[in-house]
């Protein structure tokens, strides 16, 4: 999913830059994806999460309960590709 010259310049863990460089993989995310990208955390929040199947995760939706399936990338890990129903 990410380009590799994005991956190549990934900087060390939880510094500035690399709070920078993970907004960047998100944006390209949610470029290559036409939707919006997930943290864990805003996953968890909207989502419960009830399976995964790499690159798959199931699950319900909280506000209704409703049936969804998310595709993820591994590192940096964001959630993409929400399909309902």
């Known amino acids: ?20 460089w993970k907004e960047e ?5 949610e470029e290559r994806s036409s939707g919006k990208a997930w ?5 968890e929040a909207e989502f419960e999460i ?3 199947l790499a690159p798959i ?7 209704d309960g409703l049936r969804i399936t998310l595709a993820f990338t591994h590192s940096p890990r964001f ?4 399909r309902e129903g």
């Open 79 to 82: 959630y993409y590709g929400l």
């Open 25 to 29: 993989c998100r944006a390209v995310v």
């Open 50 to 52: 009830e399976g995964f």
């Open 1 to 20: 999913m990410y380009p590799k010259e994005l991956l190549d310049r990934e900087p060390e863990y939880d510094t500035a830059e690399w709070h920078e």
């Open 39 to 43: 943290t864990t955390r805003e996953v």
């Open 57 to 63: 995760c199931y699950g319900k939706r909280r506000s």
